[in-house]
């Protein structure tokens, strides 16, 4: 079946200690996107690639950044946890040039800060 | 900026039940498109039913159904016949709509329990 897949399930980390999450789709899909979801939060949009083509929200950390080396794989990379990071992380996926945005989602990446 | 408000921070309901979701919205754009998204515990965000705002009439998938009220920019789901596997997170989401903007804004959530 066509999917978004993240790896690993859950990651621990230290603080300060960088600390990549993986995504990969079978969709072929134009657009990659990585949310950040805190304890009963709302995901919040950290950036997206159309493509190659990389998108930043203007409120997202610095300490954020990301990596798409083909259509299939998108990275997620936190230089410098913090304890504030602790989180879920989405990755999803969409149709580019579509007149609407259904997302499908990859079923997240729990990161503990420690 | 858009924004999405859902009201209800939990609602629970009775097996084979109906139940309505919440969801009010703010944007001064005519076109766009609305999504309830479900997220079950530990499982992955699913989308449960989408609206296009040119349209009038209200979307359904089976038990879900939306009120779609535009002038109201209110968007509601009702879920009919509730059942044990509908128990999860559910989102309201706003998307202005093709082009290039691809960013879904999120309400804050209504976790829906459904009693035996």
């Known amino acids: 079946d066509a999917m978004v897949i993240q790896n690993p399930r859950y990651q621990v980390t230290q603080f300060g200690k960088p600390v990549t999450l993986s995504c990969s789709q079978t969709l072929n899909h134009n657009v990659m996107y990585w949310y950040q979801q805190k304890s009963s939060q709302a995901p919040k949009l950290l950036f997206h690639y159309y493509d190659k083509d990389f998108n930043n929200e203007a409120d997202t950390p610095d300490n954020f950044q990301s990596r798409r080396p083909n259509t299939s794989f998108c990275f997620l990379d936190i230089r410098s946890p913090g304890l504030g990071d602790a989180a879920m992380y989405l990755c999803?996926?969409?149709?580019?040039?579509?007149?609407?945005?259904?997302?499908?989602f990859g079923p997240g990446t729990r990161l503990t800060v420690l | 900026a858009q924004t999405v408000t859902q009201s209800q921070p939990e609602m629970s309901v009775q097996e084979a039940e109906t139940v309505t979701l919440s969801c009010t919205y703010d944007?001064?754009?005519?076109?766009?498109?609305l999504f309830w998204y479900k997220q079950p515990p530990s499982r992955q965000m699913i989308l449960v039913i989408r609206q296009e705002a040119y349209k009038q009439q209200n979307a359904t998938e089976n038990r879900f159904s939306v009120n779609f009220q535009k002038a109201a920019k209110s968007f509601s789901l009702k879920i009919s016949d509730s059942q044990l596997g509908d128990a999860a997170m559910y989102f309201c989401?706003?998307?202005?709509?093709?082009?290039?903007?691809?960013?879904?804004?999120f309400g804050k959530g209504t976790l829906l329990t459904v009693n035996p």
């Open positions: 944007t001064s754009e005519s076109d766009y498109y």
């Open positions: 989401a706003y998307n202005s709509g093709g082009g290039s903007n691809y960013k879904l804004t």
């Open positions: 999803a996926t969409s149709k580019g040039g579509s007149s609407y945005n259904e997302q499908f």
